[in-house]
């Protein structure tokens, strides 16, 4: 079956510390996206990208990091940086020309 | 500052009833207009979506209105089911890119 899988579903990260968070697809898509959400804030966009090697920052980018170096994969890295990073970390896939997305099960990261 | 307002932010129904959901948004750039549903901890997934030279779309029991002029679009859940509670995200896109509305708590009460 075609989806996206992001691991690991739970992390916690002590304050101070670099996490990645994992996001791999088998759906061929092009695009693929990083959002996070916190309650009542709907999802925000953190980093997207459009065609390996290049990605974009989104409206929320500071503190994180991301790299694409395979059509599958999408890792995000939340730095020291990034102040208040617990939050459910949702990454999502596009064909590109059609915007609809594809989202996978999400990462809840927490510090502590 | 958010591009895609929605409202209400939760809203209780009983089972049968339903349960309508509005967004409203500025750019008009915008081009596509998706809904998404989110059980808890689980991600969002494409529910309904519309085009702006529409004016309703109906996909089972979930129905999209969209008014151009006014830039507004909502949600209907008809004969909306315990199974229906979740939460439910408007959206606008342009370029590829989606804004998010804050998101609706449906419950609905058998």
Redesign the interface.
């Known amino acids: 079956d075609g989806g996206i899988t992001q691991s690991p579903k739970y992390l916690f990260r002590k304050e101070g510390q670099n996490v990645t968070l994992s996001c791999e697809q088998n759906l061929n898509h092009d695009a693929m996206y990083w959002y996070r959400q916190d309650p009542g804030q709907g999802l925000r966009l953190i980093y997207y990208s459009q065609i390996v090697n290049d990605f974009q920052k989104g409206d929320i980018a500071e503190g994180y990091s991301v790299s694409r170096e395979k059509k599958e994969s999408f890792p995000l890295t939340v730095t020291s940086a990034q102040k208040n990073p617990t939050a459910f970390y949702l990454c999502a896939s596009s064909i590109g020309t059609v915007p609809g997305y594809t989202f996978g099960s999400g990462t809840r990261l927490t510090v502590v | 500052q958010?591009q895609v307002k929605?409202s209400p932010?939760s809203l209780i129904v009983q089972k049968g009833g339903i349960p309508i959901i509005n967004c409203a948004y500025e750019n008009t750039a915008f081009d596509?207009f998706?809904w998404?549903q989110q059980f808890p901890?689980?991600?969002?997934?494409?529910l309904i979506?519309i085009r702006p030279d529409v004016s309703e779309k109906k996909e089972g029991r979930f129905t999209i209105s969209f008014n151009k002029s006014a830039k507004q679009f909502s949600l209907h859940i008809m004969d909306s089911q315990p199974g229906d509670s979740a939460t439910y995200?408007c959206a606008a896109?342009n370029d590829?890119?989606?804004?998010?509305?804050?998101?609706t708590t449906v419950t609905v009460r058998a």
Do not use: D, H, T
């Open positions: 958010q929605q932010q596509y998706p998404y901890g689980k991600g969002p997934a494409l979506a995200f896109s590829y890119k989606l804004s998010f509305g804050a998101g």
